[in-house]
């Protein structure tokens, strides 16, 4: 089965550090890649996603995410972080429908954010 | 408020007693989606609609659950004799397709369904 794999369950980060949040799928045959944030007793955001095209892609709140098919990841970056960041953030995959089909998602890493 | 609205928000519920959710997605989206988000896992996908019609299910979606979506509008979420095993927040999403274009899935609030 097709499956999507974050790592990392936590992740702590000083405020204004670099941070990385890590997603490996499983086939990257016809893939379609998306990061979702989900704050506090609040719905999914999207952040970004890679349908086609440039293989860095850049989303709101000043994060991006690079896809590389020989890897088979969609790690998730942002140069400098704030407490305002602090949340859940899930990479989701699908691989029909041009991107339009049901997600599958990873478990998620928490963001902690550290004053 | 324009977003994909879902109701209610928080149902608790007996175990054996059925339960319905309904979801409004954004009104221009012909398709909607229903997802389960347990406790510290990311959301399951269970079924979408294109329109009134029911395109794909998950095997997540067991013969207890049924999701209609009759007029290619709102959708319910119906789950018969609910189990302790149900206990979840229940997502729905829409968005719009097309054949040469595609647009992201925007997520609802939520249901979070407790079983006693």
């Known amino acids: 089965a097709q499956s999507v794999t974050q790592l990392d369950s936590q992740v702590p980060v000083f405020e204004e550090a670099p941070v990385e949040l890590r997603c490996n799928y499983s086939?990257?045959?016809?893939?379609?890649l998306f990061w979702y944030v989900q704050y506090p007793n609040q719905g999914l955001q999207l952040l970004l996603k890679?349908?086609?095209?440039s293989t860095l892609v850049k989303g709101i709140n000043g994060f991006e995410a690079e896809f590389n098919k020989s890897q088979t990841s969609f790690h998730l970056r942002k140069p400098s972080v704030h407490i305002s960041d602090t949340a859940e953030y899930f990479c989701?995959?699908?691989w029909g429908g041009g991107g339009a089909d049901g997600l599958t998602f990873g478990k998620g890493t928490h963001l902690i954010i550290q004053p | 408020d324009t977003g994909v609205s879902q109701n209610p928000r928080h149902k608790i519920t007996k175990r054996g007693q059925n339960v319905t959710f309904r979801c409004d997605p954004i009104?221009?989206?012909?398709?909607l989606y229903w997802y389960r988000q347990t406790l510290g896992q990311g959301p399951e996908f269970l079924t979408y609609f294109q329109n009134e019609a029911q395109l794909e299910k998950s095997r997540l979606l067991s013969d207890r659950f049924s999701a209609e979506r009759p007029k290619g509008s709102f959708s319910t979420l119906e789950i018969q004799r609910t189990e302790q095993g149900d206990s979840a927040m229940y997502l729905c999403?829409?968005?719009?397709?097309?054949?040469?274009?595609?647009?992201?899935?925007?997520f609802g609030p939520g249901t979070r369904l407790t079983v006693l």
């Open positions: 009104s221009e989206h012909n398709r």
């Open positions: 999403a829409s968005s719009l397709v097309s054949a040469s274009s595609y647009n992201e899935q925007f």
């Open positions: 890679y349908l086609s095209g």
């Open positions: 086939s990257s045959v016809s893939v379609y």
């Open positions: 989701a995959v699908t």
